[in-house]
């Protein structure tokens, strides 16, 4: 009996260490809670994409048809077709590719500059400025758009050069330091260069390199895997930005996400006048769903040729120091 109950108690205890664990870490419950958050976290992030390619590969019928939800009975690229119409594609495609490249280039630029001006040198209010940079990621976009409109507007009188409805005021502001999100790339670039060990820095110094040779080819070199990271935030951020560009580009340059924007007002124009499609909402929401994954394909094709480099680049920034 007492070797029964010996065991039977074992037992138990066993059963507790592989449900609880040993540090409550790994067992199954808390591995099981982890993996539900995480497909749970996951489903809200891949239900979108999903359905926006299951709605672009169906056919007319199939987008009528209620009893088709998810998988098409047959494959059609009717959808996908007439929305690379509607959007203007490729036009609209290079001239979104270019546009970001700049804007995201140029932030690049201005970003390791700055993070390593305050990462590096001691000069007078040095806290007041970094503390300015911040206040540009917290102040909301709409209370700063006006202003600066108004800024350009300002100067496009004195000079007589048409500023706004061109893509100077947004090349200006990311060379500036204040374009979209720039506030967050600089602080990437500042906590990155602040891991860097400062006997690098010394010992270039005392072989005579200046600052520019120091910045190039300690902290640029060293940190090539961070500014590829800091470069796709902007490009992307840049090519998903419709409020600022709308208000200054204003339609000079065919872009694909402002494009997007008024998907619906192009899309009824084209069917009224080709007569190529006719049908009820369900229609409207395919076409829609096939122009929102074209504009955001180019996005997850670059992702899938640089992860390896992004990942690598978000890992360095907190692995990197003496």
Same mark, same amino acid.
């Given at each position: 009996?007492?070797?029964k109950k ?8 066993? &059963? @507790?260490?592989r ?11 808390f591995? +099981?809670c982890v993996?539900?958050?995480? #497909? ?5 992030? &891949?239900y979108?994409l &999903? ?5 672009? $590969?169906?056919?007319q ?5 209620p009893?088709?939800?998810w998988?098409?009975t047959a494959?059609?690229? =009717?959808?996908?077709?007439i929305a ?12 979104s590719?270019?546009?970001?490249? &700049?804007?995201?280039?140029?932030q690049?630029?201005?970003s ?13 209010? @040095? @806290? %007041?400025? %970094? ?7 917290i ?11 108004m ?8 000079t ?19 374009g979209?999100?720039?506030? +967050?790339?600089?602080? #990437?670039c500042?906590?990155?260069?602040? $891991? ?5 820095e ?12 120091v910045f ?8 090539a ?9 902007? %490009? ?11 208000? %200054?580009? *204003?339609?000079?340059v065919?872009l ?12 009824g ?6 007569? =190529?499609?006719t049908?009820?909402? *369900?229609?409207? =929401?395919? $076409? ?7 504009? #955001?394909?180019?996005?997850? #094709? ?10 690598e680049?978000?890992?360095?920034s ?5």
């Amino acid at each position: 009996m007492a070797v029964k109950k010996e065991k039977s108690m074992t037992n138990k205890r066993t &059963l @507790k260490n592989r449900l609880l664990g040993f540090n409550l870490t790994d067992g199954w419950i808390f591995k +099981i809670c982890v993996y539900v958050l995480l #497909i749970s976290m996951g489903y809200v992030f &891949l239900y979108p994409l &999903l359905r926006m390619i299951s709605m672009s $590969l169906m056919s007319q019928q199939d987008i009528i048809d209620p009893e088709v939800s998810w998988i098409p009975t047959a494959l059609a690229f =009717e959808n996908i077709r007439i929305a690379i119409n509607v959007l203007d594609v490729p036009r609209t495609l290079i001239n979104s590719f270019w546009f970001s490249a &700049l804007l995201a280039i140029l932030q690049t630029t201005v970003s390791a500059m700055t993070g390593y001006a305050f990462a590096i040198y001691n000069f007078k209010f @040095k @806290k %007041f400025w %970094f503390a300015m940079v911040l206040m540009t990621f917290i102040i909301p976009i709409p209370v700063l758009i006006i202003p600066r409109i108004m800024m350009f507007t300002t100067w496009q009188e004195l000079t007589g050069i048409s500023l706004i409805g061109s893509i100077i005021p947004q090349v200006g502001l990311s060379f500036l330091g204040q374009g979209v999100y720039s506030a +967050i790339l600089i602080l #990437i670039c500042y906590n990155f260069f602040r $891991l860097i060990p400062s006997v690098l820095e010394e010992a270039a110094r005392i072989d005579g390199a200046g600052a520019w040779k120091v910045f190039w080819n300690i902290y640029i070199k060293m940190s090539a895997t961070i500014l590829l990271t800091v470069f796709l935030f902007a %490009f992307v951020w840049n090519w998903n930005e419709t409020f600022i560009t709308d208000r %200054f580009v *204003r339609g000079s340059v065919a872009l694909l996400p402002q494009r997007l924007g008024g998907f619906n007002d192009v899309f009824g124009t084209l069917s009224v006048a080709n007569n =190529e499609m006719t049908g009820g909402n *369900r229609l409207t =929401e395919a $076409l829609q769903m096939s122009g929102t994954f074209i504009s #955001i394909l180019p996005l997850l #094709i670059i992702y899938a040729f640089v992860q390896r480099h992004f990942i690598e680049g978000i890992e360095n920034s907190g692995i990197t120091g003496e």
